[in-house]
């Protein structure tokens, strides 16, 4: 192998040929230097290689051209030892005479732009990278650094020297693989991840772009990480950040706020550590957004809250009602014994009023916890309306227009009509409180289909067709503040005295307790309108009750058992019952109870027990007592209704019921039903 050539040396002067002329080798020195050099090319552990152009290729011809000529006449002259293992072979005896085609692959773009920047340097290249073939086909990759002989602008051949960067081409590829897979994954972390160099950002999830509200990852690249913390916060940002760098390795979980890039702040758990991007000491950061976490933990809490608060409300109830029994109802036998004395009547009357209101307040409250007992019947709603029509208007003043709308065709419902009423009446007032200087209040009736927009909250209302009562007034309004606790009980805008608190939330608890939704539109000066909701059915009308009542007689001659585990109402009860003429038994355990029924030789025909009592309740001691007495009548009185007589608060079939507190001819009217049942 020869030395490579290179272009014509320029003419040189006299002086110059005769210097030249004077240090030509000899032939031995020119053959030993021959030899060492060859020595050095054999043993050299880099390819070196001599690619001839049987037909040179002129330099003025267009790079395409230049090119295609390469393929067609270039091939290997010489090639060391080295070169030819790179490509799968032992010697360089079987690589010489390679066409240029058989190694660097012709239709690769990456050798195409290799062989034009070839030639765009003047023939003369340095560090580039070949892609080419070894004998088994496989694909291997050179670093080359070469020069092109060019005489009378002809390419003649070329010299150079590469290096097999096969193995780490492909370790750099797998490292840029990994990094691709790596990136892929953070990206399509639900969390949001961050790094920050210098406390500026370098690199962004899409999760964080999504969370701090950029349109791209560029958005927040080199904006000073501070900028998105808030205010609050900002001194336990830094210290973490200076923790970090001093050495710490990772900061803890915390929470803390955020602030977008639109202004708004989001709730936020973060933790950091350290890391190197780019060979630079950076912090990565990984944040999870918790604002939605952490409002459904509040309504969590509300949930509960409200559930306790339910749960007092009922007990509460039946105590109370137990004591209201006896004051509404001794109050009714004393009024019935003053003639004359009208001063005593009327403070009877002043504490019979003050029962009733205490009872309505304990209505309310049964209502709001969803535990009074409702008596459904197939009713139409228009048919509420108008009969409510006259006393709304007197209830809602002079100074507000009432305006009702009601649909022809309007579908029917099963609700408790009572309890109807009592949504209309509270609606009402809260809406002629809502306009202190007079308005309009709407009342509109109509049909509901399904509404996928606006779904239910739970399974009380499965979202089918449904008949709606909509109450519009034209009132102050409320913002959404107001609106969120609309709803739980004692709150209220009304000055001290002025109002309990328990309106709305009796009406949501009657809606939901029928299967229904509530729900409320308002905006600050503009209105509010509250929309119910009732599931449809397809019955007809339940006329009962329409007619004219028949009045039935109310007093008996059979034998009643009475079970109350409250001295004071078992009292009341019997007293009742005996100045109606029955017989009375008196029982206040259930043991006592069966006592009585295996000891009383006469027949029982009627049992009056609570529903709630110490040691069982009231339809367990009746299924109890049916081995003793078959055919035994029940009613069963209660100020707090169980699940044991009821169904969501429905009253199930079969079963008679009675109210607490109850005046003494409804306990005489009731117990004469049941008998006559």
């Known amino acids: ?240 950040i200076r923790s970090l760098h001093e050495g710490k390795q990772v900061t803890p979980l915390s929470q803390m706020k955020v602030v977008r890039l639109d202004g708004a702040s989001v709730d936020a758990e973060i933790t950091g550590c350290r890391f190197a991007y780019e060979g630079k000491p950076s912090i990565l950061v990984v944040m999870r957004d918790v604002t939605a976490r952490l409002n459904l933990e509040v309504q969590l809490r509300q949930a509960q809250k409200m559930e306790a608060v339910g749960r007092l409300a009922g007990g509460v109830a039946h105590d109370f009602n137990n004591l209201l029994t006896v004051i509404t109802g001794r109050c009714d036998l004393l009024l019935r014994g003053v003639n004359g004395n009208q001063e005593l009547r009327e403070e009877l009357e002043e504490i019979r009023r003050a029962g009733e209101r205490a009872a309505s307040l304990t209505r309310q409250l049964l209502a709001f916890s969803r535990k009074q007992v409702l008596q459904p019947k197939v009713i139409d709603l228009n048919s509420v309306v108008e009969g409510m029509n006259k006393m709304l208007r007197r209830l809602i003043g002079e100074d507000i227009e009432l305006v009702c709308v009601l649909a022809p065709d309007l579908g029917h419902v099963r609700a408790d009509p009572g309890q109807i009423e009592q949504v209309l009446m509270n609606l009402a007032v809260n809406a002629r409180d809502a306009m202190p200087g007079g308005g309009r209040l709407t009342i509109e009736t109509s049909n509901a289909p399904p509404d996928p927009a606006r779904p239910p909250d739970d399974d009380s209302f499965d979202g089918g067709d449904s008949v709606m009562i909509t109450v519009t007034d034209t009132g102050i309004g409320m913002d959404a503040h107001v609106q969120s606790h609309l709803f739980e009980p004692f709150f209220t805008l009304k000055r001290q005295g002025q109002g309990t608190g328990l309106g709305l939330p009796t009406v949501y608890g009657i809606v939901k307790q029928s299967g229904g939704h509530v729900w409320v539109d308002s905006t600050p000066g503009k209105g509010t309108t509250f929309r119910v909701c009732l599931p449809a059915v397809a019955e007809a009308l339940d006329l009962s009750g329409t007619d004219p009542a028949v009045v039935r007689p109310v007093r008996g001659t059979e034998t009643i058992l009475v079970v109350e585990d409250e001295p004071v109402v078992s009292d009341l009860a019997c007293d009742i019952l005996k100045t109606h003429g029955y017989n009375v038994l008196k029982a206040r355990t259930c043991g006592e109870a069966r006592r009585v029924c295996e000891e009383h030789d006469g027949p029982i025909h009627l049992l009056l027990a609570d529903v709630v009592m110490p040691t069982m309740n009231g339809p367990e001691l009746s299924r109890s007592l049916a081995a003793v007495r078959s055919g035994l009548k029940v009613l069963y009185m209660s100020g707090y209704a169980l699940e044991a007589i009821v169904h969501r608060g429905v009253l199930q079939p079969g079963i008679a019921f009675l109210q607490k507190p109850f005046a003494p001819d409804a306990l005489a009217r009731r117990v004469r039903e049941v008998l006559d049942t």
């Not at 002067?13 to 080798?25: C, F, G, L, N």
């Not at 892609?131 to 010299?159: K, Q």
Request: glycine share 4%; aromatic share 8%.
């Open 1 to 240: 192998m020869s030395p490579p050539e290179s272009r014509a040396p320029a003419r040189r002067r006299p002086e110059q040929v005769s210097m030249t002329a004077k240090s030509r080798p000899s032939p031995e020195e020119q053959r030993k230097r021959d030899e060492r050099y060859r020595t050095f090319v054999e043993h050299s552990t880099e390819g070196i290689w001599c690619i001839e152009v049987e037909r040179p290729i002129h330099v003025e011809l267009p790079e395409d051209e230049q090119i295609r000529q390469m393929y067609r006449y270039a091939c290997l002259a010489e090639a060391n030892d080295a070169m030819a293992r790179m490509y799968g072979m032992k010697s360089a005896e079987e690589i010489r005479g390679a066409r240029l085609g058989d190694l660097l692959v012709e239709t690769d773009p990456h050798n195409v732009a290799f062989l034009k920047a070839f030639i765009r340097s003047g023939y003369r290249l340095r560090d580039a990278e070949s892609h080419e073939l070894d004998r088994a086909g496989r694909p291997r990759y050179f670093l080359n650094n070469f020069i092109g002989v060019v005489e009378d602008g002809r390419l003649l051949r070329a010299w150079g020297v590469k290096r097999d960067v096969t193995e780490a081409r492909r370790m750099q590829e797998d490292l840029r693989q990994s990094e691709e897979r790596a990136r892929q994954l953070v990206d399509l972390l639900p969390d949001a991840v961050f790094i920050h160099t210098e406390a500026r950002f370098v690199y962004a999830n899409n999760a964080a772009v999504r969370m701090l509200g950029a349109a791209s990852a560029a958005d927040l690249v080199g904006r000073p990480v501070l900028d998105i913390v808030h205010p609050d916060f900002v001194d336990l940002v830094k210290q973490r």
